[in-house]
């Protein structure tokens, strides 16, 4: 993997203070269960004050393989990302062609989107759902320091998605999960999204978090009660805080902005885990509700 180094132009962006959201040093069950607009992580969790580096006047500078993200440039065909026909109909393939360029993979699969908005949602959150699924959905920002797949669900993807989209395919070299992000509300945005340098992982600090889509959350001891084969269930991966940890975001993003970073890269000699969060950015004034939407995907080289 890609180390850190001495690097003067990082060291002259503008800072300020982040809260960003840790799992805290103990031994806990570690398990995250979405429902409709409305996310809840067990464990402890604890803000810790972080630099925030601002990485957008000089956004040239950060690549997927040395950093884990990149931040490029896309116009979209969508006119409303709030249309859900609209973005059916558009956008995946949109999103396959840009992963492609930005990445130079043979070919992309896509998976899903999720907007996600940092405006009230307890309305919708009580608003009860059969059979809830975590895409194509609204759902708050993301809580907590995170990677949406841990290394066994990240090589297992590739396997899959694979299998499935190029059956009669020579087979691939290579592959990546991602996610592809863009803001669609004026900025600045209130809380956006932060991004830390892949290179500053530290190893020791990470865990796994399984993924549970639930129509109603559990309560009390249900929430954490032993469930078979809960070792091989889709899992992210969370972090505890350390000081070493390089975090970044781009300020005043617009629609035509977009951030491609890394879940899981099958090669390791480059940097191949892109953590990230939302925070809250007080140090820009008139900061407004912040609006995105997210697509999974998985980028193949052949």
């Not at 990302?81 to 992309?108: I, Q, W």
């Not at 899981?264 to 939302?278: G, I, K, Q």
Request: net charge negative.
């Amino acid at each position: 993997m890609a180390t850190m180094a001495d690097d003067g132009i990082e060291e002259r962006a503008r800072r300020s203070e982040a809260l960003i959201r840790y799992l805290g040093e103990g031994d806990y069950v570690t398990r995250r269960y979405v429902s409709q607009g409305a996310e809840i992580n067990t464990g402890v969790y604890t803000d810790h004050v972080m630099p925030m580096r601002d990485g957008m006047p000089l956004r040239d500078h950060f690549t997927l393989d040395t950093h884990g993200f990149v931040l490029g440039k896309h116009a979209s065909g969508v006119t409303d990302f709030t249309d859900r026909d609209e973005v059916d109909a558009k956008y995946n393939a949109e999103v396959a062609a840009a992963v492609c360029a930005l990445s130079g993979a043979s070919f992309v699969a896509v998976q899903g989107w999720m907007r996600r908005t940092t405006a009230d949602l307890t309305e919708r959150a009580q608003q009860k759902v059969a059979g809830y699924q975590h895409s194509g959905g609204l759902q708050p920002q993301a809580g907590e320091a995170h990677i949406d797949y841990n290394p066994r669900t990240g090589e297992a993807a590739g396997a899959r998605i694979y299998a499935a989209q190029r059956p009669e395919g020579p087979g691939f070299k290579r592959h990546c999960c991602f996610s592809f992000w863009r803001t669609f509300s004026p900025g600045p945005q209130d809380w956006p999204l932060a991004l830390m340098d892949g290179r500053s992982i530290q190893g020791n600090e990470l865990a796994s978090n399984t993924l549970f889509v639930v129509d109603e959350f559990p309560t009390g001891d249900a929430l954490t009660a032993p469930v078979a084969g809960e070792d091989q269930m889709i899992a992210a991966t969370i972090l505890r805080q350390r000081d070493e940890h390089r975090w970044w975001y781009f300020s005043n993003m617009t629609r035509d902005d977009v951030l491609l970073f890394k879940f899981y890269d099958s090669d390791h000699s480059v940097t191949w885990r892109c953590p990230h969060t939302a925070f809250h950015d007080t140090s820009l004034p008139g900061t407004q509700v912040r609006e995105s939407i997210e697509v999974r995907c998985v980028a193949f080289w052949e």
